[in-house]
C-alpha cells in the first residue's frame, strides 16, 4: 500500500492562498523565478520531519 501528497496550501501576510494539486506518480513543478517553487519542497520536507535548520520559511499553527 502505498501513499501520495494531493496538494500543498499556503498562505501568508497580504499573499492569497495557493494550492498545488498533485497526482500519484512523477509531478513536475515549473515556472519562473521567485514564485515558490522552492517554498512547496520545503513545505513537502516539513512535513515528513526533514526542514533543515538554515530554511528560511516559517510554520505556523493554523
Known amino acids: 500500500m502505498g501513499f501520495y501528497i494531493?496538494?500543498?496550501e499556503?498562505?501568508?501576510p497580504k499573499v492569497k492562498k495557493a494550492?498545488?494539486?498533485l497526482t500519484?506518480?512523477?509531478?513536475i513543478i515549473a515556472g519562473i523565478s521567485n514564485k515558490?517553487?522552492?517554498t512547496i519542497l520545503q513545505f513537502i520536507e516539513y512535513a515528513?520531519?526533514?526542514l533543515?535548520?538554515?530554511s528560511d520559511?516559517?510554520?505556523s499553527p493554523s
Open 19 to 21: 494550492t498545488i494539486n
Open 48 to 50: 515528513f520531519g526533514g
Open 36 to 38: 515558490g517553487k522552492t
Open 6 to 8: 494531493k496538494s500543498v
Open 24 to 27: 500519484n506518480g512523477l509531478n
Open 52 to 54: 533543515s535548520k538554515d
Open 57 to 59: 520559511i516559517s510554520i
Open 10 to 12: 499556503a498562505t501568508g
